[in-house]
């Protein structure tokens, strides 16, 4: 049975669970069980990351592919977050939701979002502190990459190291498919903690219009943007083969909201269903999950733009609309030490720069924050791998399969 059918038959049996079930009995224990599966996803994404990527920098380096790959991967992430800001924007402008009441006042509290931490956590005390981190992954990234680059000076010397970390990536990433294929199992307590949490956010019928909006905005990008993509960058490849990929890794991270949990599926995905060569989808993958957070732009966006027209009425002029879209596809970039709730931290600290009487403005969006990070994640986690597809196109690494074939 393919993936995408076991996650999606799970996600029902866990809907039939918050429709039948009452909510005072199984909601505490389907939250319980939902992180522990969101642990769980992410379980071996470190091992699979460090060995996994010290390997494929080595081979990078000898095959004289990382500065294209770099400069392909800062170009895709650059492009992406202001192409769907801009989406983004457009779909608030021409929508026009409805005014979302106030529910909070006051101070607002610290966001928590520093740039200077991003960078000052790079380089930890000692280098074995970026195990530790469990949240940020670029540090382990940096490390990785100065032992793959270090194995490239002195390849004799190296190849004892380099075959001890190819079996270890091996055994790694069947571990990571093991738990993948249990996460059809997860997905169960997964989609019925949210639908115990979205019932609520509906019956108020306060955040419809901004469900709809966020709703229809993603089956544009998904449907008529991203297709549009690809059969530009890589007109003889069939963008819907890559959608089709995606139905797996944009369900876990629908229901998750956790870019981590969802990495070890999109690895799975890129190499076995699209065809990367493995060395090619750990690094990309990679830095598009910590960079390529399209997604949360467009979501950052969206929900600064809302916030504005609720309650101002001067209304979006160019310049206020340029202001939006640099501020957040600036701040998409530096959400990676942040796989779950980036959004609203980053949409607080829009809402401090931007001032005005608006700095305790993201408190509107807060009781609707998990949808939004709902399709953030969705967003970023189909940008991702389509990222990765036409990047890996470019560059010559892929072996195309059949769709009979994927997984």
């Known amino acids: 049975m393919k993936i995408w059918l076991k996650f999606f038959v799970g996600s029902c049996i866990g809907a039939l669970v918050a429709y039948t079930i009452p909510e005072t009995l199984s909601a505490p224990l389907m939250q319980t069980i939902s992180e522990l599966v ?6 071996m994404l470190y091992p699979v990351i460090f060995f996994g990527f010290s390997v494929s920098i080595f081979e990078m380096r000898r095959e004289r592919l990382l500065l294209r790959t770099t400069l392909i991967s800062i170009g895709a992430c650059v492009a992406t977050a202001f192409s769907l800001s801009l989406v983004g924007l457009f779909s608030v402008l021409v929508y026009r939701p409805a005014r979302i009441p106030i529910f909070a006042t006051g101070t607002p509290q610290n966001p928590g979002f520093q740039i200077r931490t991003f960078f000052l956590q790079l380089f930890p005390a000692s280098s074995f502190e970026v195990f530790t981190n469990g949240d940020y ?3 382990l990234c940096v490390f990785a990459s100065f032992v793959g680059a270090g194995c490239a000076v002195d390849r004799v010397a190296a190849k004892p190291v380099l075959a001890l970390f190819e079996s270890l990536t091996r055994v790694a990433h ?19 903690h949210w639908l115990f949490r979205f019932r609520p956010l509906l019956s108020t019928g306060v955040f419809t219009d901004l469900v709809i909006l966020l709703t229809l905005t993603a089956i544009f990008i998904c449907s008529v943007l991203y297709p549009a993509l690809i059969k530009i960058m890589c007109p003889e490849v069939n963008p819907y083969r890559v959608l089709y990929a995606a139905l797996a890794p944009m369900s876990t991270a629908f229901f998750s909201q956790n870019a981590h949990a969802t990495l070890p599926v999109l690895l799975y995905h890129a190499e076995e269903s699209i065809g990367v060569q ?5 690094v990309l993958l990679s830095i598009f999950s910590i960079f390529g957070r399209a997604g949360s732009a467009c979501a950052i966006t969206m929900s600064f733009a809302l916030i504005l027209k609720s309650y101002s009425h001067l209304g979006i002029g160019f310049f206020d609309a340029l202001w939006i879209i640099t501020a957040a596809s600036f701040l998409s970039i530096f959400l990676g030490r942040f796989p779950t709730g980036g959004v609203l931290i980053a949409l607080a600290s829009i809402c401090a720069w931007y001032g005005r009487g608006f700095g305790s403005g993201y408190l509107v969006i807060r009781p609707a924050a ?11 986690t189909l940008n991702a791998l389509i990222c990765t597809a036409i990047s890996a196109e470019r560059i010559g690494t892929v072996r195309h399969r059949a769709v009979r074939f994927f997984i």
Do not use: K, N, Q
Request: aromatic share 14%; charged share 5%.
């Open 370 to 380: 998990f949808f939004v990070g709902s399709i953030a994640t969705t967003l970023d």
């Open 174 to 192: 069947t571990v990571m498919v093991f738990f993948v294929d249990m996460l059809s199992i997860g997905f169960i307590a997964l989609s019925a």
């Open 38 to 43: 969101v642990s769980a996803g992410s379980y």
């Open 278 to 282: 493995r060395t090619t989808a750990t």
């Open 137 to 139: 992954l670029l540090p």
